[in-house]
């Protein structure tokens, strides 16, 4: 059985679909690389050696894009180095300074008196507390922490196996998420979409409605942010009506979430403390940059036909999550509220290694569009923007300076 898998894998290595895909790969990471001033390439070759090991291991680990399973290990190499980039760090993100001091305050206050930081999360606080009475170390909270959510992502990629390519979906969770966690260090929100990626989504597919509500509902004690996915709840209530008509629920849920940025606005304004700023007005107005997704949202739907009829109720969902991260991205120009996409955007995770998974004649087209858009995103969004770059820049370990 093993040799049958071995010669699997070595005819899949050397196919058109991998040697084409690592071939544009290989050209736009160069093309990249050369983009970067002479300070930066030398942390960018330790970044791209990272990805592109976890990449090729996770294609070892499933090494058929339409059959065949995943193998186990490989996923847990290619996981255990994106850990330990993360988790590994020293205090180099925006905001680890003050994750390592609401830490240590949590760690010296009396049992349960860290709930007077009422601005903060309580299940987060917890978590801090529970960490706490074992070590008064915040880089072994910082490894944990940074653990979980990178955990939870890979058994996400491994849960929808039979509807994504795990190999894209990884390199667009590397490109438009991991690095955007190395700089800023947004732990609590890190934690929440890993268990929104492995928990809720998949609730969602399965239209299990209470489960869902009560994962949010438990999410949000990690990072309020995630509440805003309570605006899905209707697709749970009324599936069949959805499969119907899903373009009049996609205008009904767009109403909904003005009603919903106003609501979280003021709940934001309510709760004080580094939150009081998302409860402010907006410059309003309207950016094109707000639709950048848009573009994927129209590939989404025109590929919709080659996936087969059982997975197309879970491809739909993603569809209209999709088509939320534009809309959120508009709202936000009244309600600083940007940072949410995150959870809609993990659907582009899903749509795209779909469509590469079931493409018969478009693959390349899918793989050379989902490699483009990483390596765009994740120059716009870190490497070349000022106040991301100096923290990514040198990378900064716990063992060594790079």
Not at 7 to 12: G, I
Not at 329 to 356: C, D, K, M, Q
Not at 362 to 369: F, M, R
Request: with cysteine.
């Amino acid at each position: 059985m093993q040799r049958i898998h071995s010669q699997q894998c070595k005819t899949f290595l050397l196919s058109p679909e991998v040697l084409l895909s690592v071939f544009v790969y290989i050209m736009i990471a160069l093309i990249g690389y050369q983009t970067l001033p002479p300070y930066m390439q030398t942390t960018c070759v330790l970044y791209y050696g990272i990805v592109s090991v976890s990449y090729l291991l996770l294609v070892m680990a499933q090494p058929h894009r339409v059959k065949g399973k995943v193998l186990t290990f490989p996923m847990i190499l290619s996981g255990g180095l994106m850990w330990w980039l993360l988790g590994f760090r020293d205090i180099s993100g925006v905001d680890d300074e003050t994750y390592n001091r609401i830490f240590d305050q949590v760690a010296t206050m009396s049992t349960f008196h860290w709930i007077d930081f009422l601005y903060l999360e309580p299940g987060y606080l917890f978590f801090n507390y529970i960490i706490s009475l074992c070590t008064d170390n915040y880089y072994v909270f910082q490894a944990i922490a940074s653990f979980i959510p990178i955990f939870f992502i890979y058994k996400g990629f491994f849960k929808y196996k039979h509807l994504i390519y795990v190999p894209l979906a990884f390199l667009l969770f590397a490109m438009t998420l991991f690095f955007q966690m190395l700089s800023v260090s947004l732990i609590r929100m890190f934690i929440a979409i890993g268990f929104v990626f492995y928990f809720s989504l998949d609730f969602l597919f399965k239209a299990q409605l209470k489960k869902y509500i009560l994962s949010i509902t438990l999410i949000a004690t990690i990072h309020y942010s995630c509440i805003i996915m309570l605006i899905f709840v209707p697709l749970l209530i009324w599936k069949k009506q959805l499969e119907q008509n899903w373009f009049a629920f996609l205008i009904s849920l767009s109403l909904i979430s003005i009603a919903g940025f106003l609501l979280v606005g003021r709940l934001a304004a309510a709760i004080g403390g580094r939150y009081a700023m998302y409860g402010e007005s907006g410059e309003g107005g309207f950016s094109i940059m707000a639709l950048d997704t848009l573009p994927f949202f129209i590939v989404a739907f025109l590929f919709k036909i080659i996936i087969p009829k059982i997975y197309q109720p879970q491809y739909m969902i993603c569809v209209i999550l999709l088509a939320f991260s534009s809309v959120f991205s508009v709202l936000s120009e009244w309600v600083p509220l940007g940072r949410i996409i995150f959870y809609t955007n993990l659907s582009i995770w899903i749509i795209l290694p779909a469509i590469f998974k079931f493409s018969r004649c478009n693959w390349l087209l899918v793989a050379v569009l989902t490699i483009i858009y990483s390596f765009l995103y994740l120059y716009t969004t870190q490497f070349l923007v000022e106040l991301r770059a100096e923290h990514l820049f040198p990378y900064r370990n716990l063992f060594f300076t790079l």
